[in-house]
């Protein structure tokens, strides 16, 4: 029997982008799914996009609490009734096997969170950016010093983990990974390169001083690290983080 997987898709003003993203959930060759779509108090025609796919394995849900990319999740979390939880956000795109290539390699390996490669893109997936290469494991001591896991190559197997949400704070996904890592142990890579990360749609925030200050507090809230220690880890995330960009532009001007 194929065990059903629970996909988590926050959706905030996504119309130009979601019917790609939701197309390539669709597409999936493995087929035992929900795609739980979370709109998060859109004001575009995204409510409207969504409530008219015509599939029963969509779920449109309202993110009722605050607005942001953790609560939306966690609406969706509330009422994932798979053994396998994944996450995509409403602008990414998956290839059509990479649920089946990821489960299959949950069930031979026996890990119970699974990441992979995943490459960069504007308007086509078949014209790249980029490509972020990950390392085979990731433990919580690793994740201290920054995080190279994409949220949209996740898989986590609930029937390991029990029921979990992320929390609330900014970098809610890294706070996440910190927190299974240090309960259940590291994190498995995936072979293969199965996940479109779109970039220029983003909000993301420029100031970098307020993304090392983010990085600050969940190594001290969520890592429950030392200020002392916390320091350390911050000098190295800012140093990873320039050599992974200036590798990643590297990378990008040979393509």
């Not at 065990?3 to 898709?9: A, F, G, N, P, R």
């Not at 849900?61 to 956000?89: H, M, Q, W």
């Not at 142990?185 to 993304?211: C, T």
Request: net charge positive; hydrophobic share 35%; with cysteine.
């Amino acid at each position: 029997m194929k065990d059903l997987v629970s996909i988590i898709m926050p959706a905030h003003n996504s119309s130009a982008t979601i019917t790609d993203s939701v197309n390539s959930v669709l597409n999936q060759s493995y087929s035992n799914f929900e795609l739980i779509i979370c709109n998060d108090r859109s004001t575009d025609s995204t409510l409207n996009i969504v409530e008219s796919i015509n599939d029963s394995r969509v779920i449109v849900v309202e993110n009722t609490t605050f607005p942001g990319a953790s609560y939306a999740r966690n609406t969706g979390l509330k009422i994932a009734k798979g053994r396998f939880v994944c996450f995509l956000d409403s602008d990414d795109i998956w290839h059509h096997d990479k649920l089946l290539t990821q489960i299959l390699y949950m069930r031979t390996s026996g890990s119970y969170f699974s990441y992979g490669d995943y490459s960069t893109f504007r308007e086509q997936i078949d014209i790249p950016e980029g490509s972020f290469f990950t390392p085979k494991s990731v433990s919580f001591k690793r994740l201290l010093y920054s995080c190279p896991i994409g949220c949209l190559t996740v898989m986590i197997d609930r029937q390991i983990t029990g029921n979990f949400f992320m929390p609330n704070i900014d970098k809610e996904d890294y706070a996440t990974w910190l927190f299974l890592t240090k309960r259940f142990g590291e994190a498995n890579k995936y072979d293969g390169n199965f996940a479109f990360y779109r970039i220029g749609h983003k909000s993301i925030s420029s100031n970098k001083l307020v993304e090392v200050k983010k990085q600050y507090k969940v190594l001290r809230v969520v890592g429950n690290q030392t200020v002392f220690s916390s320091l350390i880890y911050v000098c190295f995330y800012v140093f990873l983080g320039l050599r992974k960009h200036l590798s990643y532009r590297l990378k990008n001007d040979d393509i």
